[in-house]
């Protein structure tokens, strides 16, 4: 099969993945502008980053055992039908309470804002549980692909669907938010629900004749066999391994740094809701030329070469970041991160789908996130908390800015351990290991 011809069945799958994430993108500025203007505590609204990320340190590992014992293709039908009732649900309770939340627009002109309790536990609540979806769904539809394509087309298959993702949901979502927001306080909500029924349903139509058999296990051991299955795959993988504390490392740092983003950008790049959601869109265009290019700059550098440089780069951009006079600038740092960041995406996640045998590729993928991405709500509450308390003793303007450089100092330190870990000669050790691990 041509590795520029992707099936039918692939195209199902990338519109519908374009369609979420276009929601997602539309939530994503959505969602902390609503609570910053429920609440403007820069602990209480790290919380909510906190809940956000917190469900990939406690349900990763338990979703990778239902994604290997399951038909993925359902499993990512469930999840999309579960997150557009859970989203509808909060859109129909803040329209009920429009007229009690004042959305900020200008954060100079805007009234005092007291904390909504009730509203501020719906927000966590479903947040944590949009987040679970997440994790379910995501992993299952990163399982799904190598169903549907052939292994040589894996880096191509998943450069466009990071390229998608970058443009929805940070290029296409956040404007769009911006207009909803504008039309009305529960607009984006309701749509980022229809979203991902319309993403279930182009999910569910696929036929089962263009999905390759999936290897599941007619016999089920208990779940804490499984469970230890796939972390023992995954700890013993020389290269894997390490490269999972790697990311989770990295993804930590940078829930620390951007933990209380929204009101550095409201109150030191002065970003309206328009300005914001604009600001959002500069990783969109650094993300999409980054899943464009991504089979060609990794043919040209090598693995190895991608990965080391987003490890240099990443407290570069945070440092840089803190020290942004305009937003204008933000956005720069933001395309050019995000540039980086799917390249490694498409090496790391290309790699995983070609290394780990496909009957434990869902445990083992998720023990995986469950380092590289269950970091992240401890990254976010020790923001939440650095901030909190140094606010007292500096300035408001540089507390806000202080997660950064802290977080700069943390990278630095990080990348001293991993570069010795991402060597050529490692990765391809690694890939002619795949069948024999």
Known sequence: MAVNRLPSSYHKLFTASALSNLGNGVSTIAYPWIASSITRSPLLLSIIGLMATMP?????????????????????????????????????????????????????TSPIIH???????????????????????????????????????????????????????????PPLASVLL?????????????????????????????????????????????????????????????????????????????????????????????????????????????????????????????????ILGAPIFLVGMAFSPVWEFVWIISAIEMFFAILWNVVTVSMRQEIIPDQILGRVNSVYRFFALGSQPIGAIIGGLLVTVSVHLFSRGFALRLPMLFGALLGLIVAAFALPHLTQAKIDEARGKGDKE
Request: glycine residues 10%; hydrophobic residues 50%; positive net charge.
């Open 182 to 310: 504008g039309l009305s306080v529960f607009a984006p909500l309701m749509f980022d629900g229809a979203s991902f029924f319309a993403s279930a349903g182009l999910i569910g139509i696929i036929a089962s004749s263009m999905i390759k058999k999936q290897q599941i296990s007619e016999v089920k051991p208990n779940f804490k066999a499984e469970l230890k299955e796939g972390m023992t795959w995954l700890w013993r993988h020389p290269f894997l391994r390490p490269l999972a504390f790697i990311l989770g490392s990295i993804n930590g740092i940078n829930a620390l740094g951007m933990s209380v983003f929204i009101l550095f950008a409201q109150e030191d790049l002065h970003t309206s809701v328009l300005t914001f959601g604009i600001l959002s869109t500069g990783g969109a265009v650094g993300g999409t030329l980054g899943g464009l290019l991504a089979g060609r700059i990794i043919k040209r550098f090598g693995r190895a070469f991608i990965l080391k440089v987003v």
């Open 115 to 173: 904390t909504h309790t009730a509203l501020y536990i719906l927000l966590l609540t479903a947040t944590f549980l949009l987040g679970c979806g997440e994790v379910l769904g995501n992993g299952a539809s990163q399982t799904f692909i190598p169903l549907i394509v052939e292994t040589d087309q894996l880096e191509t298959a998943n450069g466009r669907m990071w390229t998608s993702e970058s443009l929805m949901q940070n290029f296409i979502g």
């Open 56 to 108: 990939w340190l406690v349900f990763s590992l338990p979703a990778g055992v239902f994604i290997d014992r399951f038909a993925r293709r359902s499993v990512i039908v469930f999840t999309d039908v579960l997150r557009g009732v859970i989203t509808l649900i909060v859109a129909i309770s803040i329209w009920g309470n429009e007229s009690s939340i004042h959305i900020v627009r200008n954060i100079a």
